[in-house]
């Protein structure tokens, strides 16, 4: 049964590089490759995580990974550089391989399992869905000319499903974890707003808000948890406001 299971998180990464191998070299087929990316692939999932669908942290696990997936392929559309889009896929590809392997171990060989090691994929996986939705989103929206509060309240309730996933899987209370994610939701759809009201790319925006929700999701962590002291506010701050002064001095701007 082991063999199997390590068989399946091969399988979900071979599967993640064939949707963006197909969205690269054959896109007339989208059919096969949204069957992979949103059946095929959580089935395996599921399996990998016991079929255990009546508890929370099935889902958890499940929706985590998906989230990614899903982002980097609606940033993936956005795209016009062939290095951008092969560069896409081989991160997707590695992450979700480590999440795989990180997820078959905590299930099924515990031993081998490093402490924290789901809980900071589970946060940099929201970073990087954070990164890639939000490009999707100001893309669409300057492409629809969309009314600026339409992506904002989806980036507000993507905001709200990220934060509360990993709160959640830092071993913040679910009642905790709502409040938190409420006030994420709130503020991060402000930042959606704020930014796009900036000259610069879609591209640097999307950067920005993924520093906003770092900053807002270890601050958050950091409370909940009892750890926050002004160093760990002064850590968070001097890094997010260092790389935001580095994502606008280099940005292009219109």
Same mark, same amino acid.
């Given at each position: 049964?082991?063999?199997?299971?390590?068989?399946?998180?091969?399988?979900?990464?071979?599967?993640?590089? *064939?949707?963006?191998?197909?969205?690269?070299?054959?896109?007339?087929?989208?059919?096969?490759? *949204?069957?992979? *990316?949103?059946?095929?692939?959580?089935?395996?999932?599921?399996? &990998?995580?016991?079929?255990? #669908?009546?508890?929370?942290?099935?889902?958890?696990?499940?929706?985590?990974?998906?989230?990614?997936?899903?982002?980097?392929?609606? !940033?993936?559309?956005?795209?016009?550089? =062939?290095?951008?889009?092969?560069?896409?896929?081989? &991160?997707?590809?590695?992450?979700?391989?480590?999440?795989?392997?990180?997820?078959? =171990?905590?299930?099924?060989?515990?031993?081998?399992?490093?402490?924290?090691?789901?809980?900071?994929?589970?946060?940099?996986?929201?970073?990087? $869905?954070? !990164?890639?939705?939000?490009?999707? +989103?100001?893309?669409?929206?300057?492409? +629809?000319?969309?009314?600026?509060?339409?992506?904002?309240?989806?980036?507000?309730?993507?905001?709200?499903?990220?934060? +509360?996933?990993?709160?959640?899987?830092? %071993?913040? $209370?679910? #009642?905790?974890?709502?409040?938190?994610?409420?006030?994420?939701?709130?503020?991060?759809?402000?930042?959606?707003?704020?930014?796009?009201?900036?000259?610069?790319?879609?591209?640097?925006?999307?950067?920005?808000?993924?520093? !906003?929700?770092?900053?807002?999701?270890?601050?958050?962590?950091?409370?909940?948890? *009892? %750890?926050?002291? %002004?160093?760990?506010?002064?850590?968070?701050?001097?890094?997010?406001?260092?790389?935001?002064?580095?994502?606008?001095?280099?940005?292009?701007?219109?």
């Amino acid at each position: 049964m082991i063999v199997l299971h390590r068989l399946t998180t091969l399988l979900i990464t071979l599967l993640t590089a *064939g949707v963006f191998a197909i969205l690269l070299f054959n896109p007339s087929n989208l059919l096969l490759a *949204g069957v992979l *990316g949103i059946v095929v692939i959580p089935i395996l999932f599921s399996r &990998l995580l016991k079929w255990e #669908a009546k508890r929370f942290v099935f889902w958890v696990f499940l929706l985590l990974p998906m989230l990614l997936l899903l982002s980097a392929v609606f !940033f993936f559309f956005f795209l016009e550089g =062939e290095i951008l889009k092969y560069s896409v896929g081989i &991160l997707v590809t590695l992450c979700m391989w480590l999440y795989t392997e990180s997820v078959f =171990e905590f299930y099924h060989l515990p031993s081998s399992y490093q402490a924290y090691t789901l809980e900071y994929l589970s946060l940099a996986f929201s970073i990087l $869905s954070a !990164f890639f939705f939000s490009s999707g +989103m100001y893309a669409m929206g300057l492409f +629809m000319q969309l009314p600026i509060w339409v992506p904002a309240i989806v980036l507000g309730l993507f905001s709200w499903f990220a934060s +509360m996933m990993v709160l959640w899987v830092s %071993k913040i $209370s679910f #009642a905790r974890a709502i409040r938190f994610s409420i006030v994420c939701a709130v503020c991060m759809a402000q930042v959606y707003i704020v930014l796009s009201l900036l000259p610069t790319s879609f591209l640097s925006n999307a950067c920005g808000f993924a520093v !906003f929700i770092y900053t807002f999701l270890g601050l958050s962590r950091a409370q909940a948890l *009892g %750890k926050l002291s %002004k160093t760990v506010v002064l850590r968070y701050l001097s890094v997010a406001v260092l790389l935001l002064v580095i994502i606008f001095l280099t940005a292009r701007w219109i």
